[in-house]
């Protein structure tokens, strides 16, 4: 059988073949110059990111920078579910309630906030073949705890970089 290994798959096969023949360098070379803080193809004005340390880049990865790592990355599709209660504030076990739900209906969450009374967490539809179904079953058993709604078709936009480099960064500019 046949198989292409999609978009970057040029890339696994470069590094693969360089750790089987033991080089001590790979280099992949792009259409554009280094890593980027945005999508050329998006925003006109994109500049080189000087530094990138290995946790900025494990975050790109982590929310959809592909070949073309950004420091702005859209994690399109997403469905938000937001859980209110007034029950939650100052109590414990009330999150540790909310994850058993998602546990129960086997729903993977990738982002988490939450404040004194609320919790928003984004679920990817990718990783859910009949997310309505299932996202209505969940909103059936939280309903219970608290007030419980959830939006599909959204995006996560995420500012990646290291806060306390970057405040330096901006101090020596003055």
């Known amino acids: 059988a046949i198989t292409t290994l999609g978009r970057g798959g040029s890339d696994l096969t470069t590094t693969v073949l360089g750790a089987a023949l033991q080089l001590p360098e790979v280099q992949v070379w792009k259409d554009v110059d280094g890593v980027l803080t945005s999508d050329p193809r998006l925003v006109p004005h994109t500049r080189p990111v000087t530094e990138l340390t290995f946790?900025?880049?494990?975050?790109?990865?982590?929310?959809?920078?592909?070949?073309?790592?950004?420091?702005?990355?859209?994690?399109?599709?997403?469905?938000?579910v937001d859980i209110i209660s007034t029950r939650m504030m100052g109590q414990y076990g009330f999150l540790a309630t909310v994850f058993e739900?998602?546990?129960?209906?086997?729903?993977?969450?990738?982002?988490?906030?939450t404040s004194e009374v609320s919790v928003s967490l984004t679920l990817d539809p990718k990783k859910l073949p009949d997310i309505e179904s299932e996202v209505g079953q969940l909103k059936l058993d939280l309903d219970k705890i608290a007030t419980v709604s959830y939006r599909r078709n959204l995006a996560i936009v995420s500012l990646i970089c290291n806060v306390q480099r970057t405040s330096r960064i901006l101090e020596n500019a003055g």
């Open 101 to 113: 739900a998602f546990r129960v209906h086997k729903l993977s969450v990738d982002v988490v906030a």
């Open 55 to 80: 946790e900025e880049a494990t975050e790109l990865a982590y929310f959809g920078a592909q070949v073309l790592v950004t420091s702005i990355v859209l994690k399109p599709n997403v469905t938000l």
